[in-house]
């Protein structure tokens, strides 16, 4: 179930509803879910991304293949007898099963990066981070470039960067809550609305010059427009919401100015309980990763300053959404 960031994003992705790539390092699986019921052995949860530091060299101006040929794996969550929790370490071999929209792509093994290499000076990300063994022989690379310098996954690389995939240590590939494109019900929108302005009540707009107004915006129902909807079987809906005119917009929160240019996600209970998630994500995917019958998905998120990105990482939410776990890095 893929996803992307809208604002500084010109590229949308729609991740529920996308094609299956074509994976080079793997016998393509079957698509039927066997799930592994989740027992006292740990399940670690990764993503198939490009590789950071071929990203910074072309980052730096040298020259190179956009993208970047070479894509690694990097352990981000495990999941064990006190629940989801961020990877420190995993210094062993691992038999990866690539999951993607509730079907199995197939099976991929990895073997860790030692530290100083994986990270070198000058590279930010994760220090924890597998190269991939199986041989690249069996068709093109998982995934295709985003396109857009500006777009999604990318940080402050300022190149085109490929949508990361999820792997599981486990074969759970299944999405039980069955998360796709949805289209959201009214109800549920005017409770979003709702949400929204809960949130960012004091939307400022901007004056010729560029500069926020000293008085709040009264955001109309018609200013707030859903870009994508994902809605479960459970009848729970995931919403990216964007203001229309959302160019020089902004929210005083207390004496912070927060650019509200990009998206807004919220959650969507079935009995319509409405809360934000976050603001300037990308919708990775959902799946059964921890094998409990339930579906966990996960975001990629960023954070700004006032140029760059600040904080780049992932967020994975569980026990329908009324948990999650964070890992994230310094871009700076």
Known sequence: MPLLRTGVAIVLLTVLTAAVYTVPWLAI????????????????????????????????????????????ITPYFVRDLSGWKPVQQLNQKIKWTIAFDGKNLGEVESEPIPAPQARPKGVWGPLCVHSILTPLSKGSIVGKAEGDPRGTFNGNYGVAVRRPFVVVSKRNFSDPDHWKRSKLPDEVMGQVRLAFRGKFSHVRQCDASGEPLKHDFSVPDSEIVVVKAYGSNKGAFVVETQLKNHHCVFNMNGPELQLLEGDQWFYASPSNDVFHLGRDWDLIDAGDYDGDGKSEIIFYAESEDDCCVATEGYILFWDDFQRNVRFTWSEK
């Open 29 to 72: 699986a079957q698509s039927v879910p066997q799930p592994v019921p989740h027992g006292t052995e740990p399940v670690y949860v990764g993503l198939i991304e490009d590789d950071r530091r071929q990203l910074t060299r072309l980052a730096e101006g040298i020259p190179g293949p956009d993208p970047v040929p070479n894509r690694n």
